[in-house]
């Protein structure tokens, strides 16, 4: 599956995003996707990912409870809700699928990658 990421931008603090990533050449629905965020100069980290098979979430925990990962098959786009955002939220954000039914924080469980959307907070 080919994934497109798009939806980033400079938001002040305390503000939200939505991010989208679109999908095509592939079974969208029976995916698993992610999202993960990148800074310069370090590893790339887990953000939030949904199994497709129950839709059961896994968040990383410094956005537990301001992001949301949620999905529709129908657009084949999967979003991530960003709200109460913080400067530490700056980032490059990618987002992701596995054939896998998981919700795994670990990087190399991802084969498919979109592009990076660039993430701004800043007053």
């Known amino acids: 599956v080919q994934l497109q990421a798009s939806g980033g931008g400079l938001v002040q603090p305390g503000g939200s995003l939505r991010l989208s990533c679109t999908a095509s050449?592939?079974?969208?629905?029976?995916?698993?996707v992610a999202w993960f965020r990148q800074t310069p100069g370090k590893e790339r980290t887990f953000v939030a990912a949904l199994r497709w098979s129950n839709s059961i979430a896994n968040y990383a925990d410094s956005v537990k409870g301001r992001f949301t990962i949620s999905r529709d098959n129908a657009k084949n786009t999967a979003y991530l809700r960003m709200n109460n955002l913080k400067p530490e939220d700056t980032a490059v954000y990618y987002c992701?699928?596995?054939?896998?039914?998981?919700?795994?924080?670990?990087?190399?469980?991802?084969?498919?990658w979109g592009q990076g959307t660039l993430v701004t907070v800043s007053s």
């Open positions: 050449g592939g079974t969208f629905s029976r995916s698993s």
């Open positions: 992701a699928a596995s054939v896998i039914s998981t919700t795994s924080p670990h990087i190399g469980t991802w084969r498919s």
